[in-house]
């Protein structure tokens, strides 16, 4: 832990934690946790958290969170989240979220959210156990309950007493 360049203020704990260049006041706990590169205030917990290139500012908590390239200030919370090239700014909370390829001021929340390929500037919401990868900027959400409110069908209305989106379905 710790081995070579661990800067200033820093905390390395675990097999090959912080291992080579650990940026000031960064965090990394756990096997291979910010192991090469973790730039300034990153934040590494769980195995292979942050472990190459953490960007400034970047938060990866849970086993593999973070893994390459998770850039700066954003957030990957739950294994596997924002694993491979996570954006700048962007947010993956939930197993698999954002794994890949996430884009910048991307969110993903919920098991299988923009798991592959989500485009910069998207925001999903996924409870439905299925992958959702938004492929352009905008707001994507699934589920949402189908409910005969008699509007037209596919309208999309938000019932102020049960607080839920719904779309019509006559």
């Given amino acids: 832990a710790g081995n070579s360049g661990q800067s200033s203020v820093c905390v390395a704990v675990g097999a090959n934690a912080g291992q080579t260049g650990q940026g000031a006041s960064a965090v990394a706990v756990g096997l291979n946790a910010g192991n090469s590169g973790q730039s300034s205030l990153g934040v590494a917990v ?16 849970g086993s593999s969170a973070g893994n390459d390239s998770q850039q700066a200030n954003s957030v ?4 596997s989240a924002g694993v491979y090239t996570q954006g700048q700014y962007s947010v993956a909370i939930g197993l698999n979220a954002g794994n890949t390829n996430q884009g ?26 299925v992958v959702l990868n938004p ?36």
């Fill in 46 to 61: 769980g195995a292979n958290a942050g472990q190459t290139g953490q960007g400034f500012d970047a938060i990866a908590i």
């Fill in 76 to 79: 990957a919370i739950g294994n």
């Fill in 104 to 129: 910048t001021n991307a969110i993903a929340i919920g098991y299988n959210t923009g798991k592959s390929n989500q485009t910069g500037g998207s925001i999903a919401l996924n409870a439905s156990g």
């Fill in 135 to 170: 492929t352009v900027a905008g707001f994507f959400i699934r589920p949402i309950r189908g409910a005969a409110l008699g509007i037209g069908v596919g309208v999309v209305k938000y019932n102020t007493s049960t607080f839920e989106l719904q779309y019509s379905t006559t």
